[in-house]
């Protein structure tokens, strides 16, 4: 089950690499990475909710 559950972050963190490429290319519609983080942190909610998916992150990778 470990095993799966880290090819699934693993192919998460592909697709979302892969996506920021492709929002980089000349004359794509897509937004960046750093212009999504922007647009969710203009918000305190939004601030809120990055500082919660940080903290959880952490705790689950970082505390081990």
């Not at 089950?1 to 090819?7: E, Q, Y």
């Not at 892969?18 to 750093?34: C, E, I, K, W, Y």
């Amino acid at each position: 089950m470990r095993a799966a559950v880290i090819t699934g972050y693993v192919a998460v963190t592909i697709a979302a690499i892969t996506l920021d490429l492709v929002a980089r290319r000349p004359g794509s519609r897509l937004a960046t990475f750093g212009d999504l983080v922007s647009r969710i942190s203009e918000r305190r909610v939004g601030r809120a909710a990055l500082m919660l998916g940080w903290w959880w992150l952490g705790w689950h990778y970082f505390v081990r």
